[in-house]
Nanobody
Framework: QVQVVELGGGLAQPGGTLTLSCTYS????????VGWDRQRPGRERALGAQ???????TYAHSVKGRFTVSRDNAKNTLYLQMNSLRFEDTAVYYC????????WGKGTLVTVSS
């Protein structure tokens, strides 16, 4: 059974940095479209960042310039580096891996608080 597991959530201060990772247990990660959605309190889940198999990236306007999505195909791992964190970045972050079917992790909570 394919598993997608996110790590790295936790508490960060405004202006701080946090890096999330996501490991995919299936095959063909290198040809997958991957990304991070997030669900802020009281809001619907929404796009955070996406990366195609060729490395093309898409970011939500609210995170562009602060967040960076990257991947290590040799490790079947996706990353999200989050800089200049804001209170409004508090959310559950979900990793997705798309290879025909879309696989989702259970999410990791990021709390930005002073």
């Amino acid at each position: 059974q394919v598993q997608v597991v996110e790590l790295g959530g936790g508490l960060a201060q405004p202006g701080g940095t946090l890096t999330l990772s996501c490991t995919y247990s299936g095959s063909d990660f290198a040809i997958a479209s991957v990304g991070w959605d997030r669900q802020r309190p009281g809001r619907e889940r929404a796009l955070g960042a996406q990366m195609s198999s060729s490395g093309c990236t898409t970011y939500a306007h609210s995170v562009k310039g602060r967040f960076t999505v990257s991947r290590d195909n040799a490790k079947n791992t996706l990353y999200l580096q989050m800089n200049s964190l804001r209170f409004e970045d508090t959310a559950v972050y979900y990793c997705n891996v798309g290879i025909g079917h879309e696989y989702w992790g259970k999410g990791t909570l990021v709390t930005v608080s002073s």
